[in-house]
């Protein structure tokens, strides 16, 4: 495996240029308006996968988007590594806001990156991650290194809920046979710190409406004799937390998994930079539920957020008016051992039992998924965790991340297999926002650590 630094010193460009041009294609699976270029995207996964030397790649039609199926099988009787990541990103707007256009990746060296970072929406979320794994692949087929079984299955659908993949899983036992499943979708705390993910949170995803008037009305006519739906949707959110940030909803912490307080120190322990955290997003101070950090705020906790909120007037000028109708998208951030059906009925239920009279109010729940932990005493962990010694010179910390990905609890569930959450990323890489980028140290740094994992992986299995 040793080779892989000059195979990488060798293939530089080539590799980054590749990546460039998987990036030129917008396969934002949230507006469908892009679905062609959904395609072209899945063409592009395959053609990489042949190419880096898998011997069956295939594009699995679902209904939704295709996943892309590709296997390279030396010998049954070795372990089988299934690497899973997404093709597809979220949409890149505000359009205003990027320095240069989403689709357009360009290298630019700042701070963090002096060897450069390539911007541009998926560069991090995930095509640029997911294109490590094709290039240690590819090193590992060339040099007749690869030390077990692969299996690739990358999806479309991640930044929409997953909800073919959901359905290919369960049909496709045999097909996505595994050992360990490994995953390059999260990040890590800082290039001088390693770490990987030990888990996930799960989600509930839901919008609500409330209406009042069967119209918008004058807002002087009938302004103070009518519930008006903003105000009501206002205060009826504000009311979802109380003065130390708890959430409110009725049974809603009945599940949540409090960690012990050998847990919580041990915790305490991993690497964080209040001032640098708060600097970093122009804030004076952090906010959040009473009597946990930031660190634990944002992992082990259980949150509740409005995403959007709108209705009414909101074009130029004034208009004097009393909506007929407010709405909201509110995503609700699980822990263990929450359910995310659950949650979504005690939120529903409270949700109208808090509306007062004069309203009506409805919830219409979107997609969700359960949370997720990884045992470091695993051998999986063990083999990422030495992956990551060699080749960044420390030991990795292990560390809750926030985020989501909830088809990863059910691939435990469906497939019996656990996975390792290798992430290359940075929190500043700007995910989901404008001028995401990933570093080419981080990519390349990638490469040269996913083929120590097959190696530790197979020896220790
Ligand atoms: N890759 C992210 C999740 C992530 C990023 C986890 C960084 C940990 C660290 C994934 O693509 C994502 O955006 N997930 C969504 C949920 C999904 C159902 C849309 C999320 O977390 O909001
Ligand atoms: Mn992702
Ligand atoms: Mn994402």
Redesign the pocket.
């Known amino acids: 495996m040793d080779d892989i630094k000059a195979y990488i010193a060798e293939h530089r460009e080539r590799f980054i240029q590749e990546l460039i041009e998987l990036l030129k294609i917008p396969s934002i699976s949230a507006d469908s308006a892009f679905s062609q270029d959904i395609y072209n995207a899945a063409e592009a996964i395959k053609k990489g996968l042949s190419e880096a030397g898998c011997d069956h790649v295939e594009i699995c039609e679902t209904k939704g988007y295709p996943i892309i199926y590709g296997e390279k099988i030396i010998d049954p009787e070795l372990p089988t590594v299934l690497v899973y990541g997404?093709y597809d990103v979220?949409p890149p707007d505000p359009l205003e806001l990027w320095e240069t256009p989403p689709f357009e990746p360009t290298i630019r060296t700042n701070e963090l990156h002096p060897q450069g970072a390539i911007f541009a929406r998926g560069a991090s979320?995930?095509k640029g991650q997911v294109y490590m794994h094709v290039k240690a692949l590819e090193f590992m087929v060339s040099k007749n290194l690869l030390p077990c079984n692969v299996k690739f299955m990358i999806e479309g659908e991640?930044?929409?809920?997953?909800e073919s993949l959901s359905d290919f899983v369960q049909e496709n036992h045999e097909k996505l046979a595994n050992d360990i499943i490994l995953i390059s979708?999260?990040?890590m705390i800082a290039n001088d710190i390693p770490s990987i993910?030990t888990g996930?949170?799960g989600?509930s995803?839901v919008e609500v409406e409330v209406t009042g008037p069967n119209r918008d009305l004058h807002s002087g006519l009938y302004g103070g004799a009518v519930a008006n739906p903003i105000n009501i949707l206002a205060k009826m959110i504000a009311s979802l937390h109380d003065e130390n940030n708890h959430i409110t909803i009725p049974g809603f912490y009945d599940k949540v998994v409090e960690l012990t307080d050998e847990e919580r120190t041990a915790m305490a322990k991993a690497p964080f930079d209040l001032e640098a955290y708060k600097n970093a997003l122009d804030i004076e101070s952090v906010y959040g539920e009473e009597t946990y950090s930031t660190n634990e705020r944002n992992s082990i906790r259980p949150t509740l957020d409005v995403n959007g909120i709108w209705g009414g007037y909101t074009g130029e000028g004034a208009k004097t008016v009393i909506p007929s109708k407010a709405f909201a998208k509110i995503?609700m951030?699980l822990v263990p051992d929450q359910d995310w059906h659950e949650i979504t009925d005690l939120f529903s239920k409270h949700f109208a039992q808090i509306a007062p009279p004069g309203v009506r109010v409805k919830v219409n729940p979107h997609?969700?998924?359960e949370s997720y932990v990884t045992p470091i005493d695993s051998i999986g962990y063990q083999a990422a965790s030495k992956a990551y010694e060699t080749t960044f010179g420390k030991v990795p910390v292990p560390k809750r991340?926030?985020?989501?990905?909830?088809i990863v609890a059910l691939f435990e569930k469906e497939l019996g297999s656990k996975s390792i959450?290798m992430?290359f990323?940075l929190?500043s890489n700007a995910?989901?926002s404008p001028n995401e980028h990933f570093g080419i140290w981080n990519f390349l740094k990638g490469i040269e650590t996913i083929p120590y994992f097959y190696k530790f992986y197979t020896e220790m299995s």
């Open positions: 997404h979220q979320d995930d991640e930044e929409v809920g997953s979708d999260t990040g993910t996930l949170r989600l995803y995503s951030r997609h969700g998924g991340n926030g985020g989501s990905i909830p959450l992430g990323g929190d995910i989901h």
